[in-house]
């Protein structure tokens, strides 16, 4: 066996935001990437698609500029 080596831990580089839509059909909590755009979903419980609302990209951009796109939302006490 060779001799692990220590790893770091490391720190995130960017972030997206997930949003949950419910299956009108199962309704199931499908996670799904920030659609900006109309979209369809995809539900991994039934198999059904479905179309969903997208969220305003201008809000999107601003949560990731105020979090620094995930770098202020490091733990402070961890590093």
């Given at each position: 066996?060779?001799?692990r080596?220590?790893v770091?831990?490391?720190?995130?580089?960017?972030?997206?935001?997930?949003?949950f839509?419910?299956?009108?059909?199962?309704?199931?909590?499908?996670?799904?990437?920030?659609p900006?755009?109309?979209?369809?979903g995809?539900c991994?419980?039934?198999?059904?698609q479905?179309?969903?609302v997208?969220i305003?990209?201008?809000?999107?951009?601003?949560?990731?500029?105020i979090?620094?796109?995930?770098?202020?939302?490091?733990?402070?006490?961890y590093?």
């Amino acid at each position: 066996m060779g001799e692990r080596k220590f790893v770091s831990p490391v720190r995130p580089v960017g972030m997206e935001l997930v949003m949950f839509y419910p299956c009108p059909y199962c309704q199931r909590n499908v996670p799904l990437l920030a659609p900006t755009e109309p979209a369809m979903g995809d539900c991994d419980s039934c198999g059904r698609q479905f179309p969903v609302v997208p969220i305003d990209n201008t809000t999107t951009q601003y949560i990731k500029l105020i979090l620094n796109n995930g770098q202020a939302a490091i733990d402070p006490e961890y590093v």
